[in-house]
């Protein structure tokens, strides 16, 4: 009986995890579907967002360390880092700690794009918690919940950027 018990509880468990990765999908799909025309105003596509953003959080970085943490090729997002560069957003230099490594940054321009973009999501976000009549409690409670989730697997992440 308890091995039973048990089994239920983790097939409930599994069954909880998949609908939240599902409805977290759902929630960025949709926000992503808003935010597309301030892409367009600022003349840059998702994938060119999300690149931007990384330069952004891992601050001096390489192209290769932003292709790994967006899951993509290399020479892929090569092409997405030079149109950035091309319009401003993105510098490429050399790494003072290895002459040999060109790291990336974003430009004070790029800081304003990338501003721009998440100040609309962050509306977009506002939005949508008032009008389905989210409490605040709930707000906060979903808030704690998925920092609690990533600071977990950032603390489960391997020296590779690969998690177990």
């Known amino acids: 009986m308890v091995a039973s018990s048990a089994l239920v509880r983790r097939e409930a468990g599994r069954e909880n995890a998949e609908t ?3 409805s977290v999908q759902e929630v960025l799909r ?3 579907r808003r935010v597309h025309p301030t892409l367009d105003a ?8 999300w690149a931007l953003h990384l330069v952004s959080s891992l601050r001096s970085t390489s192209v290769s360390a932003v292709a790994r ?3 993509l090729s290399a ?8 149109q950035l560069e091309a319009a401003g957003l993105v510098v490429r230099h050399r790494s003072e700690r290895d002459r040999r490594a060109v790291e990336l940054t974003l430009s004070p321009k ?3 794009v990338e501003s721009r973009v998440w ?6 976000m506002t939005e949508a918690i008032a009008e389905a009549g989210v409490p605040a409690a709930d707000v906060a409670t979903t808030v704690r919940v998925f920092r609690d989730l990533d600071r ?3 603390s489960n992440e391997t020296p590779g950027g690969e998690r177990p």
């Open 30 to 32: 949709s926000i992503l």
């Open 42 to 49: 600022e003349g840059i596509s998702m994938g060119q967002f």
């Open 75 to 82: 020479p892929t997002v090569c092409a997405s880092i030079d």
């Open 152 to 154: 977990h697997l950032e």
């Open 69 to 71: 943490h967006l899951s």
């Open 119 to 124: 100040t609309r999501i962050g509306e977009v």
């Open 20 to 22: 939240l990765v599902t």
């Open 110 to 112: 790029g800081r304003k």
